[in-house]
């Protein structure tokens, strides 16, 4: 079983950035394939980004291209999500979600292991 332990969210002002950390432990986490979603008050959780287990393959939502930029760091079993040009729209509850096998999906049951999430709030 994976464990996976989000970090890095905040309150910050529209324009702002944040970083987003995932720390994993209890696989192979060379093997994973990383998601990040995020859920609002009221709304579905949905896809923000994804990373491929050898991160040669990248995948974002539409309204996070261009401001956003997943990474992954194998020797420190950590992803990361560089959010810039924050938007109040942006504001939501941020998952780390981590699948075996080489392959991005957009949907959450995809995903067999989620962590306990992290708030971002983005002001106006």
């Known amino acids: 079983q994976v464990q996976l332990v989000e970090s890095g969210g905040g309150l910050v002002q529209a324009g702002g950035s944040l970083r987003l950390s995932c720390a994993a432990s209890?696989?192979?986490?060379?093997?994973?394939?990383l998601g990040w979603f995020r859920q609002a008050p009221g709304k579905e959780r949905e896809f923000v980004s994804g990373?491929?287990?050898?991160?040669?393959?990248?995948s974002y939502a539409d309204s996070v291209k261009g401001r956003f930029t997943i990474s992954r760091d194998n020797a420190k079993n950590t992803v990361y999500l560089q959010m810039n040009s924050l938007k109040p729209e942006d504001t939501a509850v941020y998952y780390c979600?981590?699948?075996?096998?080489?392959?991005?999906?957009?949907?959450?049951?995809?995903?067999?292991?989620w962590g306990q999430g992290t708030q971002v709030t983005v002001s106006s």
């Open positions: 979600a981590a699948r075996s096998g080489k392959n991005v999906f957009i949907t959450t049951g995809r995903y067999d292991n």
């Open positions: 209890g696989g192979t986490f060379s093997l994973l394939t």
């Open positions: 990373i491929s287990w050898t991160g040669g393959t990248t």
